[in-house]
Each structure stands twice: as C-alpha cells, then as structure tokens.
C-alpha cells in the first residue's frame, strides 16, 4: 500500500467496470482515478446511467472492478477475500439510500439499529447509539 492512501478515505487508480450481456459489452467506469480524504463530505452527481451506483457499489465492497486499485480505509480490496470484504462493509461502511429502505414493522431506531446488533453489538447499546444518531 503506497503511504499516500492512508489519507484517504478512499482511493482509486484506473478504475474500470463494464457491463457484458451476451457478447454486448457495456462499458460504464473507465479509467477513473479518485481521492476521497477522510472527514470529507462528497457528493456524486451525473444523469442516469452515468456509473454513480456502480462506482458507490464498488467502494462499498458489493461489486468488484474490472481492473484498478481501490483502497477504502486503508484496505486494498482487491487483496481481500469475501468474508473480509463483508467485514469491512459491516464494519465501517455505510449506505443512505434515495429511498427509505426500511425494514417493515421496525421502528426507525431498530432499522438503525440492526446493522450494528450484526455487527455483535447488544440490542440494548445498539438501541441507545442508534437513539443518539437519529437525534443528531
């Protein structure tokens, strides 16, 4: 890992993802290169269709890129194997989505609060951290 990358939230060199059907191919991300410093507030914009969420999806260890390098909290992903792939996305990894992706018939505190009960938080501190960011 070069040194620079761990003052990044996220870093990224010659990301490329394309898209194939058949033998259509579908080139969505090619050859982005992207630093995110840690603390910062980013916003990804582009029309529909543009890679927004392929590129969200990537960082957020769902997909993975054709080719390039992606460091995320100082984690090369591409060295990662799934299950720790899926640690580092419990652990430290995020999503607010457009919509309200709640689960019914929970509480906005327990929809904030299963993540971190998955993460083998108990239900009881779960539940007064989850209280404590939905009044900030």
């Not at 080139?27 to 410093?37: G, K, M, Y």
């Not at 969420?53 to 194997?81: F, H, K, M, W, Y």
Request: hydrophobic content about 40%; charged content about 25%; some cysteine.
């Amino acid at each position: 890992m070069v040194s620079a990358e761990r003052d990044f939230a996220v870093s990224i060199r010659g990301l490329s993802k394309a898209y194939r059907r058949g033998s259509t191919v579908t080139p969505v991300l090619e050859q982005i290169d992207l630093d995110i410093p840690r603390g910062a507030c980013s916003f990804l914009v582009g029309p529909s269709g543009s890679g927004k969420t392929t590129l969200l999806s990537i960082i957020g260890c769902l997909l993975s890129p054709d080719q390039g390098e992606v460091s995320v909290l100082g984690n090369r992903l591409e060295a990662l194997n799934e299950r720790r792939r899926a640690q580092l996305r419990l652990s430290q990894i995020g999503f607010v989505f457009q919509r309200f992706n709640l689960i019914r018939g929970l509480t906005a505190v327990d929809n904030v609060a299963v993540p971190r009960q998955l993460a083998g938080e108990s239900q009881r501190s779960a539940r007064r951290r989850a209280e404590e960011l939905l009044i900030q």
